[in-house]
């Protein structure tokens, strides 16, 4: 009888440590490294603190050179898969992940994408020892760009004292940029500044989703740079820069804007850059549509 029990004793630790064995991945990059993991395109990183436990690492990833957003990534089992979710807990993709030890560098193959952010297929991550400025920093803000803000960027903690508000919206808000603001002449008449950046504030990806983001930027003044681009570039530089960017070309034609000489666009998944030629001057403005599944009536 004691032999019996003892078998069936030794049976069940068995059984115990081959499914604890089963829950603890072993195909996942924190075994070869708990320092970061950055993408090739340095638009995703990712870590595995002590405290997230195995196979379970966070990370942010920036998309479209625009806005951040906070990952989960969870590795389960023995198969390499790991599930990437929001902070919500909500499944963004799912990919295949294969850890080379020897190149220290682990390759995403997408299976499912759910996040809307038309992934590559392939995200390949290596090893190193510190997460790169732009990563840390959390800044989408493009190099060689001197605005204040960056397209979708999140405003809700902005202080915005030091900026002029232009009245007339409902909805959202409109602000001058930082160094501009109307003046007004010897007959009391207000005189806006023709050459200008200005910030449209409102909710985003849907008015009915709240928060503060920057929606559009509409530039005049040639002195500021985005993406190493003035309003005064050419179309070819504009088309040059912004393809290496990731965005795609368009012609647009506006038949309203009859006085336009040429109307150029250039967009991605999330936004859109727009340079116009009017009456022998250029306007460019970026633009992050925003949606109104409630029919929301301001």
């Not at 990833?61 to 089992?77: K, M, P, Q």
């Not at 390499?80 to 929001?86: F, L, P």
């Not at 999140?154 to 603001?181: C, F, H, N």
């Not at 985003?204 to 530039?219: E, K, S």
């Amino acid at each position: 009888m004691k032999a019996k029990i003892g078998i069936l004793v030794i049976t069940l630790l068995i059984f115990i440590l081959s499914a604890a064995a089963c829950s603890i991945p072993d195909k996942y990059p924190g075994q070869i490294g708990s320092q970061y993991w950055v993408s090739d395109d340095v638009q995703m990183f990712f870590g595995f603190p002590a405290e997230s436990g195995a196979g379970k690492a966070v990370g942010v990833i920036i998309i479209d050179n625009a806005y951040c957003r906070d990952l989960l990534l969870e590795w389960s089992g023995k198969d390499g898969v790991v599930n990437v979710k929001d902070c919500s807990y909500n499944l963004l993709f799912v990919a295949d992940t294969v850890t080379n030890e020897k190149e220290q560098n682990c390759t995403f193959t997408i299976k499912s994408d759910r996040s809307g952010w038309k992934l590559p297929e392939t995200i390949i991550f290596k090893l190193t020892p510190k997460i790169p400025y732009k990563l840390i920093n959390r800044d989408p803000v493009p190099e060689q760009t001197t605005l204040d803000f960056w397209i979708l960027q999140e405003v809700d903690s902005q202080d915005w004292s030091g900026y002029t508000e232009i009245p007339g919206w409902m909805g959202a808000r409109e602000y001058y940029g930082k160094l501009y603001r109307p003046s007004i002449d010897e007959n009391g008449d207000i005189i806006y500044p023709e050459e200008c950046v200005k910030y449209l504030i409102s909710a985003w990806p849907d008015y009915a989703d709240g928060g503060q983001y920057v929606t559009r930027i509409t530039i005049t003044d040639p002195n500021v740079q985005f993406f190493g681009l003035t309003v005064e570039s050419t179309r070819e530089q504009f088309d040059e820069v912004l393809t290496k960017n990731g965005l795609k070309h368009e012609t647009r034609v506006d038949e309203l804007d009859q006085a336009a000489e040429y109307k150029e666009s250039w967009s991605n998944m999330s936004y859109s850059i727009t340079l116009t030629k009017r009456n022998g001057k250029c306007l460019v403005v970026i633009d992050a549509p925003v949606s109104n599944r409630d029919n929301i009536v301001f």
